[in-house]
């Protein structure tokens, strides 16, 4: 009987520590650190002024009035909503609603016609269309509306998406329009229209660099800046041929000013990045009482965010601006016996290896880099030389138009061109961006 009465009490003293062990876990406040990074994550950057091109890429496929195009995706918001709502985990028969339009949609291009197009990594858009000028032409006519709709993203200023948060929520298709305003510019240009078009190739360039720099979602900013690239090169290979005695349009001034702090942060992706890993969607929200338990989405946030709010700190953006090698510890959060003991789901979660932030700096940084060899392409024209080699020149070159040593900038053995390397060497070697960058006439 002493025995029995004995295993009795350990086993409620063990309910009592385990019960007291959970109760401070869920009830103790979040670290130093977890405070700071969840402020980081937290914070407003939603542009405050401009518009937002968030409800027109939705619908850049249908054929939808301008003025219609804020109730259409409200309604669409509507459905994506009741959506999440009743999304449950496993249900294979729920699939997230459709974008839907009382308009029709657009005609799509094929996978012929997306060939026929520039690519933001073609060395030679110019050529391409020269060669092909008549079926470009036909192409262009057949996609005129798409191609409108395109260029319409030059009248907006930010992309920020009020759609809910989720792993298994649709996004706008980004892409629908690529390489049509590319290659529309490149025919002005080849059919003698050329200061039209590189009033337009500096437009491109300057929207896709607002869009780029002020978008919360992490698959937008990365397309644009592909697309933001994809117009640098393109603008560089028409001031190569551009007349040495026209002036630049004032376009060009706005597309190629000094790259500043929103051309490389990646904060507000990563806030909806953060967002989307704490959803419900990726759990689904608890049936049953005891299965709050083992989950608490609170907690679980306390331990992911200093993981993202790290592209959040100032000191990162500073080291991007500086063009300096940047390479993030990858390390899982601190855990205790009460993190394991009140949140056991999510810290089991918190150990597993998030994505590699690390890329997508080097990509912001390649983009920034693009921009200020696109500045210093315009500032060696128009600069005059005054007999000093273009070695020369480049030294005495504006500060801020400055490159990291691992990019080994230099000229080619003709002198013609400068070249440059990437940081992110992984995506060069399996979809490589041309290194060469043909110098312009002097002006």
């Given at each position: 009987m002493r025995v029995f009465?004995?295993?009795?009490?350990?086993?409620?003293?063990?309910?009592?520590?385990?019960?007291?062990?959970?109760?401070?876990?869920?009830?103790?406040?979040?670290?130093?650190?977890?405070?700071?990074?969840?402020?980081?994550?937290?914070?407003?950057?939603?542009?405050?002024?401009?518009?937002?091109?968030n409800a027109w890429l939705w619908f850049m496929g249908f054929?939808?009035?301008?003025?219609?195009?804020?109730?259409?995706?409200?309604?669409?918001?509507?459905?994506?909503?009741?959506?999440?709502?009743?999304?449950?985990?496993?249900?294979?028969?729920?699939?997230?609603?459709?974008?839907?339009?009382?308009?029709?949609?657009?005609?799509?291009?094929?996978?012929?016609?997306?060939?026929a197009l520039c690519k933001?990594?073609?060395?030679?858009?110019?050529?391409?269309?020269?060669?092909?000028?008549?079926?470009?032409?036909?192409?262009?006519?057949?996609?005129?509306?798409?191609?409108?709709?395109?260029?319409?993203?030059?009248?907006?200023?930010?992309?920020?998406?009020?759609?809910?948060?989720?792993?298994?929520?649709?996004?706008?298709p980004f892409a629908i329009g690529m390489g049509l305003w590319q290659t529309s510019i490149a025919a002005d240009f080849a059919d003698g229209r050329q200061a039209q078009a590189?009033?337009?190739?500096?437009?491109?360039?300057?929207?896709?660099?607002r869009l780029h720099a002020h978008a919360n979602s992490l698959v937008g900013t990365m397309i644009f800046a592909v697309r933001l690239r994809g117009g640098v090169r393109l603008f560089a290979e028409l001031l190569k041929d551009f007349p040495a005695?026209?002036?630049?349009?004032?376009?060009?001034?706005?597309?190629?000013?000094?790259?500043m702090a929103e051309d490389v942060d990646l904060c507000p992706s990563m806030?909806?990045?953060?967002?989307?890993?704490?959803?419900?969607?990726?759990?689904?929200?608890?049936?049953?009482?005891?299965?709050?338990?083992?989950?608490?989405?609170?907690h679980s946030q306390r331990l992911l965010a200093p993981g993202y709010s790290a592209m959040c700190e100032p000191r990162l953006t500073q080291r991007l601006l500086a063009d300096e090698h940047v390479e993030l510890a990858k390390q899982p959060p601190r855990v205790d016996l009460f993190d394991f003991v009140s949140n056991s789901a999510g810290t089991i979660l918190s150990r597993i290896s998030g994505p590699a932030f690390d890329v997508y700096l080097a990509r912001q940084q390649d983009t920034a880099a693009s921009l200020r060899?696109?500045?210093?392409?315009?500032?060696?024209?128009?600069?005059?030389?005054?007999?000093?080699?273009?070695?020369?020149?480049?030294?005495q070159?504006?500060?801020?138009?400055?490159?990291?040593?691992?990019r080994r900038v230099g000229f080619s053995a003709d002198g013609r061109s400068l070249t440059m390397d990437v940081l992110d060497v992984a995506d060069q070697r399996n979809y490589p961006w041309p290194t060469m960058w043909a110098l312009p006439p002097e002006h």
């Open positions: 009465k004995g295993l009795l009490w350990a086993t409620g003293a063990v309910l009592v520590a385990l019960m007291a062990a959970f109760a401070w876990g869920r009830l103790r406040p979040p670290t130093p650190a977890q405070e700071r990074a969840l402020a980081l994550l937290n914070q407003d950057l939603k542009p405050a002024t401009g518009r937002n091109a054929d939808i009035p301008a003025d219609q195009v804020d109730a259409a995706y409200a309604k669409q918001r509507q459905r994506m909503v009741a959506w999440v709502q009743s999304f449950r985990p496993g249900d294979a028969t729920v699939t997230p609603p459709a974008t839907q339009a009382d308009f029709p949609k657009l005609p799509s291009m094929s996978s012929a016609e997306r060939q933001p990594r073609d060395a030679d858009c110019l050529a391409k269309v020269r060669t092909h000028r008549d079926e470009i032409v036909a192409l262009l006519a057949r996609h005129e509306k798409l191609l409108a709709r395109d260029k319409a993203l030059g009248g907006f200023d930010y992309l920020w998406s009020d759609m809910p948060e989720g792993p298994l929520t649709p996004m706008p590189m009033d337009a190739a500096c437009l491109q360039v300057a929207s896709m660099r005695s026209q002036s630049l349009p004032s376009s060009c001034a706005e597309a190629f000013a000094p790259v806030q909806a990045e953060f967002a989307m890993v704490a959803s419900p969607q990726l759990f689904g929200r608890p049936e049953h009482w005891y299965e709050n338990l083992s989950w608490s989405s609170v060899m696109g500045a210093l392409l315009i500032w060696m024209r128009d600069t005059p030389g005054d007999g000093t080699s273009p070695a020369q020149r480049y030294a070159r504006p500060a801020w138009i400055h490159f990291a040593e691992s």
